[in-house]
């Protein structure tokens, strides 16, 4: 069974950086084909990739967030994490991680996690 | 980027209806299209894979189809619980990029 489980801050400060970990089960991070991706959904709006990462390292980058973000990973531990430098009120949204299968582009998805940027 | 123009943002259907939901790309993306189903306050669930294949566990009265640079999403007889928001994901290309999103309500 799958699943996936998003934690971070809940409520940060702009120009602070924000820290998230995706913690999953059911597949792992070191097998061929596999990757965890990150979308946000600001409340009421659309859905934004912003992030994946792959078994063998592989990093690819939303350029809409110019060097803002870095992606990374434990495979040993099964968590993937995202960063994201000097946040404001735009990054307000829900994050979610998500799997990347071998069939299917995020195929599974986690509950998401709120995230309020505010002053 | 490749840009998905979906349409409609939002429609009312009744019970029983046949729904149609379309993404339109900017440029070629080949059948890497998924459409997603997201209900209110949870998280996207994949429906269709590689525009035209039906996910797991999905009723098939759902289906996807392609016409040149258009994908469809089709419900072929609307049910209460197809109420929700449907989104496209082009990932022919990086970035992935997905449709502004449709809600569909029942009437």
């Known amino acids: 069974q799958v699943t996936l489980k998003e934690s971070g801050p809940g409520i940060l400060q702009p120009s602070q950086t924000l820290s998230l970990t995706c913690t999953f089960s059911?597949?792992?991070?070191?097998?061929?084909?596999?990757?965890v991706g990150w979308i946000r959904q600001p409340s009421g709006k659309g859905l934004e990739w912003l992030a994946n990462?792959?078994?063998?390292?592989?990093?690819y980058y939303n350029p809409s967030l110019k060097n803002r973000l870095t992606i990374s990973k434990d495979t040993s531990n099964n968590q993937a994490f995202l960063k994201i430098t000097n946040v404001d009120t735009a990054d307000t949204a829900t994050y979610y991680c998500?799997?990347?299968?071998?069939?299917?582009?995020?195929?599974?998805w986690g509950q998401g996690v709120m995230v309020t940027v505010s002053s | 980027d490749i840009q998905m123009t979906q349409s409609p943002s939002s429609m009312s259907a009744s019970l029983g209806d046949r729904v149609t939901i379309t993404c339109q790309a900017s440029q070629d993306i080949g059948n890497n299209l998924i459409w997603f189903q997201q209900k209110p306050g949870k998280s996207p669930r994949p429906m269709i894979y590689y525009a035209t294949n039906l996910a797991n566990g999905v009723p098939s009265r759902f289906s996807g189809s392609r016409s040149g640079s258009d994908y469809s999403l089709t419900i072929s007889s609307l049910e209460s619980e197809d109420m929700a928001d449907y989104h496209c994901l082009q990932y022919k290309q990086y970035p992935p990029t997905f449709g502004s999103g449709t809600k569909l309500e029942i009437k």
């Open positions: 990462i792959w078994w063998d390292d592989d990093k």
């Open positions: 998500a799997r990347i299968g071998t069939r299917v582009l995020f195929d599974y």
């Open positions: 059911g597949f792992s991070l070191s097998t061929y084909g596999m990757g």
